[in-house]
C-alpha cells in the first residue's frame, strides 16, 4: 500500500478498472482457447484464415522482414531500451513495472504453449499446421509486450503516439505470423489478452504501492471521473470487429453446411487479420482510458515537482 495514507478516489477508480480488466483479459483467454482449441468448429475456422492466407512472394517477404526482428536477443535489446526511457526520466517505479509486463508475459505465453496447454485432433490431417499446440503466439506476444511497456514509460502527453506506433508494430507481427502460416488467428488473439492481463496487474500494483497524481494539465474533478473511451478508437475497433464477425459467419455457416470449399478461404483470411487488429485496438484504447488523466508516480510527487505559478513538468 502507498506510505503515504490510503488510496485516493483517483487510484481506487483506476485499482478497479485495471484489476476488472485483468480478470476480463483472462476470462476471455480462456474462452478463446477453449473455442478455437478444444471445439472442431474453432478448428476448422482457425484452419480456413490459415489454408487462405495470401501467397504473393512480395507480401510474404515484406512479412518475413518483420517477423525477423522478434527473438531472443531484439526482446532483451528492447526490453532495455524501454527501461532506460523510465530511467533516463529518473522513474525507477515504470521501468520495474515495464520489465514485469514483458517478462511475465513471455513466460507465461512459454509455459501455456509448451508446459500446459495442448490441442486435440479434431479435424484430421486438413490441419495446416497439424496437431502441435500453437496457442498463444509467442511473436505476438514479444510485440505486445514492448508495445505495452513502451506506452507506460513514456510521458503521459506522449502516450497516445506510443500506443499507436505500437499498436501498428504488434499488429503487423500477430498477422504476419498467420501469413507464414506460422500460427492460427487464435494464437495471436490470445497472446494480446495475455500481454495485457500482465499490464493491468502491474499498472494497479504500482498504483497501489506508489500511488498516482492526477494530470496536472486536467481540472481535479475531471481526473477522478470514470475514463473515457476515444470515440475514434472505439468506433475503429468497433467497426473492425462487426467486418470480422460478418467474416466469420459465413466460414461458421459454411463449416455446418460442410461447405467450407465452396467459401474463398480468403475470406477467412482476411477476417482473421481485421479481427486482430480490432482486438489490439480494442485492448490498446480500454489501456489509455484507463490511464486517461494519471501521472504513474507517487503521490504528491508532480505537485511538489511544480511550484505554484511555474508550468508543470511534463516529464
Request: with cysteine; aromatic share 4%.
Amino acid at each position: 500500500m502507498n506510505e503515504s495514507g490510503p488510496p485516493s478516489e483517483l487510484e481506487q477508480n483506476r485499482i478497479t478498472r485495471l484489476l476488472v480488466l485483468a480478470v476480463l483479459c483472462v476470462v476471455l483467454l480462456a474462452v478463446l482457447y477453449i473455442v478455437a482449441v478444444h471445439t472442431s468448429l474453432g478448428q476448422r475456422i482457425d484452419d480456413a484464415a490459415v489454408d487462405g492466407r495470401t501467397l504473393r512472394p512480395s507480401v510474404l517477404h515484406a512479412t518475413d522482414r518483420v517477423l525477423n526482428t522478434i527473438s531472443v536477443a531484439s526482446l532483451a535489446l528492447g526490453g532495455i531500451a524501454i527501461m532506460l526511457v523510465a530511467l533516463m526520466r529518473d522513474r525507477p517505479h515504470l521501468a520495474l513495472a515495464a520489465a514485469v509486463v514483458i517478462g511475465g508475459a513471455n513466460v507465461t505465453t512459454q509455459i501455456l504453449k509448451t508446459g500446459i496447454l495442448g490441442r486435440p485432433d479434431l479435424v484430421g490431417p486438413r490441419d495446416p499446421l497439424g496437431i502441435l499446440n500453437t496457442f498463444p503466439s509467442g511473436h505476438s506476444t514479444v510485440a505486445m509486450s514492448l508495445a505495452v511497456a513502451f506506452v507506460l514509460v513514456v510521458p503521459r502527453g506522449a502516450r497516445s503516439i506510443a500506443a499507436c506506433g505500437g499498436f501498428v508494430y504488434a499488429t503487423l507481427v500477430g498477422a504476419g505470423t498467420v501469413t507464414a502460416g506460422w500460427h492460427r488467428p487464435s494464437d495471436a488473439i490470445g497472446a494480446y489478452l495475455i500481454v495485457m492481463a500482465w499490464a493491468a496487474i502491474s499498472v494497479a500494483v504500482l498504483i497501489d504501492h506508489e500511488g498516482a497524481d492526477p494530470d496536472p494539465d486536467r481540472v481535479p474533478w475531471l481526473a477522478a471521473r470514470a475514463p473515457a473511451l476515444s470515440p475514434f478508437l472505439v468506433g475503429t475497433g468497433v467497426g473492425a470487429l462487426g467486418g470480422a464477425l460478418v467474416g466469420v459467419a459465413v466460414t461458421l455457416v459454411a463449416t455446418r453446411e460442410h461447405e467450407l470449399q465452396a467459401v474463398r478461404l480468403s475470406a477467412a483470411y482476411a477476417a482473421s487479420i481485421v479481427t486482430i487488429v480490432a482486438c489490439a485496438v480494442v485492448l490498446m484504447a480500454v489501456l489509455l482510458s484507463i490511464l486517461r488523466g494519471v501521472v504513474l508516480d507517487p503521490r504528491g510527487r508532480v505537485s511538489a515537482a511544480a511550484p505554484r505559478g511555474t508550468a508543470p513538468s511534463a516529464r
